[in-house]
């Protein structure tokens, strides 16, 4: 698999990231490619938090969220899927898919023994890792989840119809699609160098081919396999689930918002009414702090 690793010296100075990078380079049906991750905390602790990026961001979107999460005594784990941050970026778009996603991150529990889990996940943080927990419940505790969906092959659950087309147009459209822009665009009320940091992985276009496949990797049609395990999620979410749930929502999120997320806390059993945050886009957690906080004291964690 031909890939591409951006240089380290793009990650200097970046802001409010601080964090000392982790790698693994032998994970099972990997071969050849480099997963990079952040491990913050007490290595011991009890409880593990683990953050989970979408498109087109990275782990540089839960630095708010991580000293907060550390700080109260917890572990925090957040890994750069492969195609962005530090991860190492496969070139052709045809070498993601869902499953390699999925299993990269399956991988990667396993293989850090991860336990006690808190799920903390948006966008396709979401679509992602909200299928997971049926796969390993022994190891997942407590959700935190934000703007995201269980992708189960039909518009409603995706969005609204109409703004996923729109955004998925746009994406194929803009096959260098300038990430910093997009986000202060969702939430304007961070700084040009704070926003400038979702670009440090991607030195050009290059770089780019897992930005630029993500939206054609969300299904379509409700017999695409991706779909029926969204759907055998959802099954799980609904009469299986017996942790803990914590649901923040960016009011603003054109696509993922308040309704898809009332869909989404229908689905999760015993998920409680929703923190909105009414100045937050998409990327919510860039209204981190105050998310975490509240997750940790509804959790009784503080």
């Known amino acids: 698999m031909n890939s591409k690793r951006t240089p380290d010296e793009a990650f200097e100075n970046l802001s409010n990231y601080a964090f000392a990078p982790h790698y693994l380079e032998d994970l099972s049906g990997f071969t050849g490619l480099r997963l990079h991750y952040l491990d913050e905390g007490e290595r011991h602790a009890r409880q593990t938090f683990l953050c989970l990026h979408g498109q087109p961001t990275w ?5 708010k969220m991580i000293p907060v999460f550390s700080s109260a005594g917890h572990r925090v784990i957040a ?4 195609g962005f941050g530090r991860s190492d970026k496969p070139v052709a778009e045809s070498d993601y898919t869902f ?12 293989k850090l023994d991860l336990q006690n889990i808190t799920l ?5 943080g979401g679509l992602l890792g909200l299928t997971i927990p049926m796969s390993m ?7 935190l989840v934000m703007n ?4 189960v092959g039909k518009a409603p659950t995706i969005a609204s119809g109409l703004a996923f087309q729109a955004w998925r147009t746009f994406n194929k459209l803009n096959p260098d699609l300038a990430i910093s822009k997009l986000v202060r665009g969702s939430e304007p009320y961070i700084s040009l160098e704070e926003a400038k940091g979702y ?7 290059s770089y780019k081919a897992g930005v630029r496949i993500f939206p054609e990797l969300v299904p379509s049609r409700p017999d695409a396999p991706e779909a029926a395990l969204a759907r055998a999620a959802k099954q799980w979410w609904a009469n299986e689930w017996t942790g803990q749930s914590f649901m923040a929502v960016g009011m603003k999120d054109l696509i993922l918002g308040a ?21 937050a886009g998409h990327f919510v957690q860039e209204s981190g702090k105050e998310i975490a906080l509240a997750a940790l004291q509804a959790f009784a964690q503080i």
């Open 59 to 63: 782990s540089y979107l839960y630095r």
């Open 79 to 82: 890994p750069d899927l492969f």
């Open 99 to 110: 499953d390699f996603h999925r299993q990269s991150l399956l991988r990667l529990i396993e």
């Open 120 to 124: 903390v996940c948006q966008d396709w």
């Open 137 to 143: 419940p022994e190891r997942f505790s407590r959700l």
């Open 148 to 151: 995201t969906t269980l992708a």
């Open 199 to 205: 670009d440090a992985p991607f030195p050009d276009q």
């Open 259 to 279: 309704a898809v997320m009332q869909d989404l806390r229908k689905t999760i059993r015993n998920c409680p009414t929703p923190l909105e945050i009414r100045q």
